[in-house]
């Protein structure tokens, strides 16, 4: 079991390193499956909260770097971490 946890860790974060979007994932289990029952293998609260912060994003205001952190804002509140990629414009703090 520890060996597929293993595998499916360095799997999830070698496609964080080349994925161009953001990237969630959860620091309080929040939304996420148990990796125990293939039946719980549900991910339509997560791609819930990730279309509602996009929403959220796109009406913050003008400006990149505003839109970035209302997603990430929104995205924390919901128990997640965002992994920003190159979309991650210079410049903001």
């Known amino acids: ?3 597929r946890f293993a595998a499916a860790a360095l799997a ?3 496609t964080a390193c080349t994925h ?3 990237v969630e994932f959860s620091a309080t289990g929040a939304d996420a499956p148990s990796l125990n029952r293939s039946s719980d293998m549900d991910f339509g609260p997560m791609d819930h909260s990730i279309a509602q912060c996009k929403t ?3 009406n913050s205001g ?3 770097c505003t839109k970035v952190r209302a ?5 924390k509140s919901r128990g997640y971490i965002t992994v920003l990629g190159p979309e991650n414009p210079k410049g903001c703090q």
């Open 71 to 75: 997603y990430e804002s929104c995205m």
């Open 1 to 3: 079991m520890h060996a």
């Open 20 to 22: 161009t979007g953001p």
């Open 62 to 64: 003008r400006g990149q």
């Open 12 to 14: 999830l974060l070698a």
């Open 56 to 58: 959220v994003a796109m």
